[in-house]
């Protein structure tokens, strides 16, 4: 089993839609997790972390399910500019490296 | 955040010759770290460079084909060593830890292209 498991995707969306990403983790210690961005042919960008409580930046909302070892990130009213592959990334301590999953690609179609 | 500048951003090399990457961040740094992206892959970690110490490989990647330095806290490099067509990649560099503030982020060079024909 990987370590960090997201759905395959790609997800073709039109504008304003409303779309979810799920991710699973293996490492029942993990302590960190995060969603990153990566534009085609780009770096990964950090789009946010992911806390216990929930939390939400703009149209991004994240929950966390540590009983599930289960992630989401929720894009609400999605723009033509969401468009990117968004990287599910989990990490056991602050001192040990991320693990990434493969990653979902997202196209926002007009 | 920090800014994290990598060079070369892309190279063209020949089977079998060895290239250096260089990876540059404009404030010290605990951890450093070197990811690879193969093409429609996700980021596989190849090692953790360690300040003061003998880098941290992980499995299937070795010292010898990959070796790296870390001579301070804001510098590091990695070599490819050796080159075959199977390592034409992303070479990413990453830096995180204390020095950057917010927990456990880590962030991401712009990233050096490597074509090996």
């Known amino acids: 089993r990987k370590e960090v498991e997201q759905d395959p995707g790609p997800f073709n969306v039109p504008e304003g839609a409303t779309v979810a990403f799920n991710c699973t983790y293996s490492?029942?210690?993990?302590?960190?997790f995060f969603w990153y961005r990566q534009d085609c042919r780009k770096e990964p960008k950090l789009l946010m972390s992911?806390?216990?409580s929930g939390n939400e930046d703009g149209r991004f909302t994240a929950q966390l399910n540590r009983a599930s070892q289960y992630i989401s990130l929720l894009i609400r009213d999605s723009k033509l500019s969401d468009s990117a592959t968004y990287l599910c990334?989990?990490?056991?301590?602050?001192?040990?490296?991320?693990?990434f999953g493969k990653g979902t690609r997202l196209s926002v179609i007009a | 955040s920090a800014v994290i500048s990598q060079k070369p951003s892309r190279d063209i090399c020949q089977r079998g010759t060895s290239l250096t990457i260089q990876c540059q961040v404009d404030?010290?740094?605990?951890?450093m770290f070197w990811y690879r992206q193969q093409p429609g892959q996700s980021l596989t970690l190849i090692a953790t460079?360690?300040?003061?110490?003998?880098?941290?490989?992980e499995s299937g990647f070795v010292i010898d084909k990959f070796p790296i330095s870390r001579p301070n806290l804001t510098f590091s490099t990695l070599t490819v060593s050796n080159m075959s067509p199977e390592d034409s990649s992303i070479y990413l560099c990453?830096?995180?830890?204390?020095?950057?503030?917010?927990?456990?982020?880590?962030?991401f060079g712009e990233g050096s292209w490597l074509t090996v024909v």
């Open positions: 990453s830096a995180g830890g204390s020095g950057l503030g917010s927990g456990n982020t880590i962030y």
């Open positions: 992911v806390y216990s």
């Open positions: 490492n029942s210690a993990s302590q960190s």
């Open positions: 460079a360690n300040q003061g110490s003998e880098a941290t490989y």
């Open positions: 404030s010290q740094v605990t951890m």
């Open positions: 990334v989990v990490s056991s301590s602050g001192n040990t490296p991320l693990v």
